[in-house]
């Protein structure tokens, strides 16, 4: 049940215990002159509440505007008017202001509408509701411009109706600008009057206080007789400084649709409905309670008559506060719970509307994990990314802009509209700030606030940009697609890092190296001299420090024995492999081909049934070499087998050496082919294409031998193998994520038949060399 539908019940239930009401005489409702938005207002208003057949009835009272229907409301001849807001503030700040004691002072008045202290002591105002909003129009007859208020001179001006509040408004606005009314021309006839003086040229300028796009307003447009002018921005200051009651507001192009081409910054003011409480203390119960059935039945009638589109044209916004940059008039009993109560109202609804997000975003969330899809974020691995200082950057100047912008917009003539916040907080962002540009001390704090986050957001955006372009660990070498990974580094394998970084198909992929913290310094200083490569330093036996790696979309993984060393920590590369699959099953692209079932399954499988497991959830694990010594047989990495490589590099360069001692021809040819220098041939591996597929190897290998020599006269292709595609992979990319030993074939039998998938393995001089001549293959 809304509020306003509560409000009616409770305004029926008080109307039916209430005899007295239903014979009270109608309410006396204080409007303007004839014709004018007012009255107009005041006529929906008693058709409404006549329609409805209530026993509140509405006695309209045409008056001569603002200033007589609050001298009428103080005195009690009114029950309830309309009145500019600058006029009703003026009245109550007079109530609050002590008699004078001087004799003959206390029948004059300086404030608004010449109300002195004791005539608005004679009641207590009651704001009901803010009604409609009015700004100040200075109409300036064409081509003349005024920049300041002293430019008027002695020529006459049109500044409405004496008692009106647009003729107070008007007073005051020129007051700001130094000029008192008693020392203008002040033109005394109608609107209309005005116009046609305007016309004969006997009339300069026109101060109307309207809705911005009245249709008056837009005829004088039209006519071409004057055009709109902006207030002077120290006028606009000073009305701002010394009478809170207005607001700094624009004339956007859009209430005047093609007639004006900017926004141009004025002064607003609300019209509001007042009511009059006695100033006795001893009210009967039963009459405040018929004052509070007419307040409730009245906002009721507003509402209705604000939601009809027969009455669009007034303008209708009701408000309780946000309507002046300072509001004195206290609400009305019954605008003051309502108030109340649409606050709750509006609180519970943003709390409900939280707590629906809130659950959509964790059942959403659960549904994303049963189907396995991560939605992790890790913001360590997002400290590099110059997107997340320029994105937070962003946010701060957005929020902020909004922010002051409804601090300081109905005060500050710098920040009229959004884009003039938005603009101004971009400054500030940028370090530059200034206590100038804005009034208040929230702003002010808001606007520090900005400058302390922009700094610090751009100096973490051009950290990250450095990092990017000014270093040699570069982001082209650090992303994480078909790159190399060698964990456990020690300072002997420095030729390793030398080696793959060399001439040759390794050269464009990316090198992460995992180093211990008790790495020699110099050492690590001729790592980071070495391009295209990225260092970690982090333990390889905890899987969390390689989840950051992307380890199943790495091409290979290289494990390095540790040194038994008293000055150097040794990891174990057993522990490494173990910490290498339990990265890879929590990275999200194995959550996503796993699912939950899967996650579950790899929790309570054990490492020794880890391959087994791995075919089972379909695990994506990277090819790891592991090195190993003569101390660690085999058999410990048999369970590795589907993805691990035991390699005892030690026991391989003996045999090499024993190898090249025998025959001296070996050594030369092996260096040969692992020099990629630009004089060798090395070995590569090329995809065979479409049509080989179902071919003998026979056939390949002899239409291999027999292509022609290349326009540079290269050696060609010498065919050595086959590396076979599993049986899994024959419609899909071939993956090394299967024994090598079974699936590498050099000089396979001739009759072997070629299968989707295979790759062929060749000794070439250059691997573009080799994709041109297998591109010529027409079996």
């Not at 119960?285 to 409730?296: C, F, L, N, Q």
């Not at 109560?341 to 959509?360: D, H, P, R, Y």
Request: hydrophobic share 45%; with cysteine.
């Amino acid at each position: 049940m809304t509020p306003a539908t509560l409000a009616t019940l409770a305004t029926t239930l008080v109307m039916a215990a209430s005899p007295a009401l239903a014979g009270a005489e109608p309410v006396r409702f204080g409007t303007g002159s004839k014709g004018g938005d007012f009255h107009m207002l005041g006529l929906a208003l008693a058709a409404d509440f006549e329609a409805g057949g209530g026993a509140v009835q509405l006695a309209v009272e045409p008056t001569k505007g603002s200033c007589e229907n609050i001298k009428r409301l103080l005195e009690g001849s009114l029950d309830v008017a309309l009145v500019q807001y600058d006029v009703a503030a003026e009245a109550f700040r007079a109530s609050q202001m002590e008699l004078p004691k001087a004799d003959g002072l206390e029948q004059f008045g300086g404030w608004m509408c010449k109300i002195s202290p004791q005539q608005a002591r004679q009641a207590e105002l009651r704001l009901i509701a803010a009604v409609s909003d009015s700004a100040v129009h200075l109409l300036v007859r064409r081509p003349v411009r005024i920049d300041t208020i002293e430019q008027i001179g002695a020529q006459p001006i049109y500044i409405g109706k004496d008692g009106s509040g647009s003729f107070e408004t008007a007073r005051v606005t020129l007051g700001a600008g130094g000029r008192a009314t008693d020392q203008l021309n002040l033109f005394t006839g109608s609107a209309d009057e005005a116009l046609h003086a305007m016309g004969r040229g006997e009339l300069l300028a026109m101060l109307r206080t309207t809705s911005r796009g009245h249709a008056d307003v837009g005829s004088v447009l039209d006519s071409g007789l004057a055009a709109l002018n902006p207030l002077p921005e120290e006028v606009l200051n000073r009305l701002i400084d010394g009478y809170p009651y207005y607001r700094v507001c624009p004339i956007e192009p859009r209430h005047y649709a093609g007639r004006l081409e900017y926004s141009l910054p004025t002064v607003c003011v609300s019209a509001v409905l007042l009511s009059a409480l006695p100033r006795a203390k001893s009210e009967d119960k039963a009459v405040r309670a018929s004052r509070d059935v007419v307040v409730g039945a009245l906002l009721d009638g507003l509402e209705r008559v604000a939601a009809d589109p027969e009455h669009h044209e007034l303008g209708l916004e009701l408000l309780s506060r946000g309507f002046a940059e300072k509001e004195p008039i206290p609400l009305h009993p019954v605008a003051a719970r309502r108030e109340s109560w649409a606050l709750w109202m509006g609180w519970i609804e943003l709390i409900a509307a939280v707590l629906i997000v809130g659950l959509i975003a964790l059942f959403g969330r659960r549904a994303l994990h049963r189907r396995g899809i991560a939605t992790g974020f890790g913001f360590e691995g997002q400290l590099s990314n110059p997107l997340v200082p320029f994105a937070a950057f962003a946010v701060v100047v957005v929020f902020s802009t909004y922010l002051v912008w409804f601090l300081e917009h109905d005060s500050n003539t710098r920040l009229r509209t959004l884009n003039d916040s938005f603009w101004e907080m971009n400054t500030f962002a940028t370090g530059n700030f200034s206590t100038d540009t804005l009034k208040t001390s929230g702003a002010r704090l808001v606007g520090a606030m900005a400058t302390i986050l922009g700094l610090g957001l751009l100096a973490w955006f051009t950290a990250a940009l450095t990092n990017i372009f000014a270093q040699d660990q570069t982001r082209l070498w650090r992303r994480l697609h078909q790159h190399f990974v060698v964990l456990n580094f020690r300072e002997d394998m420095l030729p390793l890092i030398r080696l793959l970084r060399s001439p040759g198909p390794a050269r464009l992929r990316s090198l992460h190296v995992v180093v211990p913290d008790a790495l020699p310094k110099r050492v690590r200083l001729q790592l980071a001299k070495i391009k295209a490569l990225t260092i970690h330093y982090d333990n390889p036996e905890v899987p969390e420090n390689l989840a950051t790696l992307r380890l199943p979309r790495a091409s290979r993984v290289i494990v390095l024995g540790g040194e038994a060393d008293a000055r150097q920590t040794s990891y174990d590369p057993l522990r490494i492999a173990r910490a290498v699959h339990q990265a890879c099953a929590r990275d999200p692209q194995n959550r996503a081909v796993q699912g939950r079932a899967g996650l579950a399954a790899l929790r309570t499988m054990s490492v020794a049934s880890s391959s087994g497991a791995a075919s089972r959830v379909a695990l994506a694990l990277p090819v790891t070499l592991v090195e190993t010594s003569e101390s660690e047989p085999d058999e410990i990495f048999d369970p590795f087998s589907a993805w691990l490589v035991p390699v005892d590099s030690r026991q391989l360069g003996y045999t090499w050496l024993a190898a090249a001692c025998r025959d001296p021809a070996f050594a030369e040819f092996f260096s040969g082919i692992a020099a990629f220098s630009d004089v060798n041939a090395e070995v590569y591996t090329i995809a065979v294409p479409v049509s080989c597929h179902g071919q003998t190897w026979r056939t390949l290998r002899r239409t291999l031998y027999g292509l022609p020599a290349g326009p540079e006269k290269t050696g060609g292709v010498v065919p050595l193998g086959l590396y076979r595609a599993t049986a899994s992979e024959r419609q899909a990319r071939p993956s090394a994520h299967a024994d090598l030993r079974t699936r590498l074939l050099i000089n396979p039998a001739l009759d072997l038949v070629i299968a989707s998938g295979d790759l062929l393995v060749a000794l070439c001089e250059d691997e573009t060399e080799l994709r041109r001549i297998v591109r010529q293959l027409r079996l």
